[in-house]
């Protein structure tokens, strides 16, 4: 393949789409015009030399992948399977530790060379390295001439890299290659096929489910790992914890598994995989485990802190659970996850991102460990599909399914997106891949998959975060197949005509195209409303200082007050905020001396805004001295989404506790509207 790092990921991506806009390859890649012009120049250089048919992308709409390209790009990944490798420096650290891992015999310079066809001097550099990275897992490479280069720490410890590499190493084009390669080096039996036989058969007999995209990887740590096993190297557990972990309903499909897999039995080592498989397979709901308690909790918080309320709060907690008893097997024993789409939630729902880091103190109490930003993004994701309103179903909708491996998370997210983008289609169900076949094609209208198929029917390949000219390919391909209709150029020439008139156009065709994404972007904002930032909604018209008042309830009042001059809100809407304190309790209050008095929208909202009142004296909720109360933030939410990107502001503000004391201590409008407008900024 190409061996530029850059024009040979927009192959791969060019080989997955098949046909794409250049103006979706500028936004996917967040690059220039000319930067993707240069590497496709290089592609087109490469393909040049092995004489295949070049891309046409010069004054080109729209670049189609010929079938000889097509062709050719899978044949090369074959050969490379079984070819030489020119190996960066991150993959040679990779291969250093998984060859330690599961080599028998003394490890030399010698055996590293050839492992990574470089020179001693160069694999001496990449062992220093390669420590440096180790540092965190608290293992180290060490040498002797003895015991040549061997790994130095706990089992469970030396565990734990292994799973960060495979995640990484399988998450490129040639990782698998990569893998197979150090397998044949280190004398290991590459049999993915006859592991994964082993991992079916236990999920069929005992009836779980495991988060697809982990599988891959759960595949080749097993094929490591009973490998380690067979040179007496087993972990140390706690009696005490032994015998917890042994009461676990896993533990018959442990022992199914260790003895599927020739791997000698020992109560360390089926406690061991009892581990593994609770971090990979889902969680079923049960009132009596505190964990569904936590999550419970964790529903409830998130109320309060993203000021909405769930319709049906016992079900998204019982999703919740779903995804979160993995995830805390995972962070409880130091099980990697690897987020892929952890840039782009970040960036996507920076709003609900903010919410969910403040969020998870319980759970980090929990585990007694922080809680990692990989995880975060998948909680995060998780509750963005639950803030989306679930669809009417009508019988005139088309039907479609959604095939996705990523987990409970990605697959509610790509559901309510492709409802949101959709309005004519109802997507029935999601499935995993185990669950894919091809009746389904003759059973629905339509298949979505966030990966590819092996199937000759015609299906839509989807991003759990689609970008805007993802979505806007998408709608293009969606009504052109299922409903017969070719997407027609709204902008005309009479358009572009008359505008000539008023404006120098440097470049039409650039102009147009880009211009086609706005119809897909008002159609996205009809869906999620346009967000103020906090301080189009804390104005000196909303703001209030004030020395004291008599009662909590005259305070809530005095602090709706704005917004109901405003036209924001109704009498009513005040009166359900008392009503909420007084039958739930005190749980609009979010920090100290600080509430957010808020209720549904449908109890008297008929906008999005929010008020601000701060007493120098504090009241107290419900009349208990336990909860005093200095600043009160009045929230309307007219919806789910359309006030998270303030609140979201608001809760980074309050974050820090010199703004807290800088609020209550402010003795002018002025200085308050000034520290707002610097958390405003995004």
Known sequence: MINEKRPARLLQYLVRARKVTMYQLIDYFQ???????????????????????????KRKKQLKMSDEVLEFVSQQAQLEMIGSFVLTEEERIKLIYLFLFVRKESVSN??????????????????????????????????????????????????????????????????????????????VNHRPQEIKM??????????????????????????????????????????????????????????????????????????????????????????????????????????????????????????????LKPAFFRMKYRIPIHNPLLSKIKKEHRELYTIVQKLIHPL???????????????????????????????????????????????????????????????????????????????????VFSAIELDTNEHYYLVSPLMTPAEKSRLVHDVYQHLFGIKSRELLTDDFFHILKKYAKIIDEKGL?????????????????????????????????????????????????????????????????????????GPYMIVGPEIAVPHARPEMGVKKVGMSFLKLNEPVYFLNDKQYPVKLLFCIAATDHTTHLKALSQLTRLLSNRENQDMLKEAESIKSMQHLIELYSSY
């Open 31 to 57: 690059l220039s015009r000319r930067q993707i012009f240069y590497d496709l120049e290089k592609i087109n250089q490469y393909l040049t030399d092995h004489e295949i048919p070049v891309i046409d992308y």
């Open 110 to 187: 010698a055996h590293l060379t050839q492992l990574l066809q470089v020179s001693k001097n160069t694999v001496i550099k990449d062992v220093k390295k390669a420590n440096q990275k180790l540092q965190p897992f608290l293992v180290t490479i060490h040498y002797t001439r003895e015991s040549g280069y061997h790994l130095k720490g706990s089992e469970f410890d030396k565990r734990v890299p292994v799973m960060h590499v495979l995640a990484a190493c399988l998450q490129k084009p040639n990782g698998t290659a990569l893998l197979q390669h150090m397998l044949k080096m280190s004398g």
């Open 198 to 323: 082993v991992i079916e058969k236990v999920a069929e007999v005992y009836n779980l489910q495991f988060v697809e995209e982990r599988l891959n990887e759960f595949i080749y740590f097993l094929m490591l790992y009973s490998e380690r096993t067979k040179s007496g190297k087993i972990v140390r557990f706690h009696r005490q914890e032994i015998e917890h972990l042994k009461q676990n309903p896993l533990r018959c499909s442990a022992e199914k598994l260790l003895n599927g897999l020739g791997i000698p039995k020992s109560d360390s080592e089926l406690c061991y995989m009892m581990i593994q498989l609770l971090g990979l397979s889902f969680g079923k709901p049960s009132a009596c485990d505190p964990l569904f308690q936590l999550c419970e909790k964790l529903v409830f918080e998130f109320e309060s802190r993203a000021c909405i309320t769930f319709a049906e709060r016992c079900s998204v907690a019982e999703s919740l659970y779903r995804h």
């Open 364 to 446: 980090e109490s929990l585990v007694n460990v922080p809680v990692p930003e990989e995880e975060i993004g998948f909680l995060t994701i998780h509750f963005a599909a639950m803030l989306e309103k679930p669809s009417q179903t009508r019988l005139a909708k088309k039907t479609a399914v959604v095939i996705c491996p990523s987990g409970v998370s990605a697959s509610l997210l790509l559901k309510q997106q492709l409802e949101s983008l959709f309005s004519e289609i109802c997507v029935v169900k999601t499935l995993s891949l185990h669950e894919f076949k091809s009746e389904l094609f003759l059973k629905y209208d339509a």
């Open 512 to 584: 147009r195209e880009s211009l086609k994404e706005v119809t897909i972007l008002q159609k996205m904002k009809e869906i999620k409303g346009e967000q103020p930032v906090l301080k189009d909604l804390l104005t000196e018209e909303t703001i209030q200082l004030a020395e004291r008042m008599d009662s909590w309830e005259e305070a809530i009042k005095t602090a709706a007050k704005p917004l109901l001059e405003q036209g924001a809100i109704s009498e009513e809407y005040t009166e359900a905020i008392i009503n909420n304190l007084k039958t739930m």
